[in-house]
């Protein structure tokens, strides 16, 4: 694969309480290229959590390489990794995690004023990326006068705000309808589809179908990858 931003190289990751062992990853290896949408599925507990905050730099493996554009994570001090992490990879929750007392134009801007961005300029990058989402019109707007969906294309525009190339969505339509998690998915696939890569972890096979891969994991382990809707619905309901 051509201009791989995510890579997975048999990423083990054990928890470990007292006497108690957990393996929540088990020897996965995967690959997400520019311009792909990868969704990642699986029943609770299969390690859908800590492979994505792993591919976040939010935690580290036990044994194994997690890259980000050829650069492996675990070399990285402190400091280099949290700014990689706000300066090249962005984050949808299934919460939104936007601040109420900013506006939509405030809450996408601040992750590039955090980064040293003049104000003005972060303001007119925030507005670009609102715009990219279809939400140009409401940038003064607060959190509270906005719906879910909306405020879900303003979390997703703040993961793209700036030179990010990979984007981790958890759940995003998770609190959202069916219509409006279509809307939602349809602007995460609109830029995916512009060059950035894209991880979807979701239980729901119709948003997996928006992915051009689905992977699916079983008790830590990738038991399978496959093409979109159809075979990961044969998946969820145990058939080969």
Known sequence: MTDVVLRFTAVTRVFRSGDTEVRALDEVSFE????????????????KSTLLALAGGLDAPTRGTVEVEGVA??????????????????????????ITDLTAAENVALPRELAGVRPRLARREALDALTRVGLGELA?????????????????????????????ADEPTGALDSETGEAVLEVLRAQVDA??????????????????????????????????????????????
């Open 140 to 168: 003064d707007r607060f959190p509270d006068q906005l719906s879910g969906g909306q405020q879900q294309r303003i979390a997703i525009a703040r993961a793209l705000v700036g030179q990010r190339r990979l984007v981790l």
């Open 32 to 47: 997400v290229g520019a311009g792909e949408l990868v969704a990642v599925m699986g029943p609770s507990g299969s390690g």
């Open 73 to 98: 994570l675990a070399g990285l001090d402190a400091a280099t990794l949290a700014r990689l992490r706000r300066d090249r990879i962005g984050y949808v929750f299934q919460d939104y995690n936007l």
């Open 195 to 240: 060059g950035i890569a894209g991880v979807l972890v979701t239980h729901e096979p119709r948003y997996a179908g928006w992915a051009d891969r689905t992977i699916f994991l079983r008790d830590g382990r990738l038991v399978d990858s496959t093409g979109p809707r159809t075979t990961a619905e044969q998946l969820l309901g145990g058939r080969a």
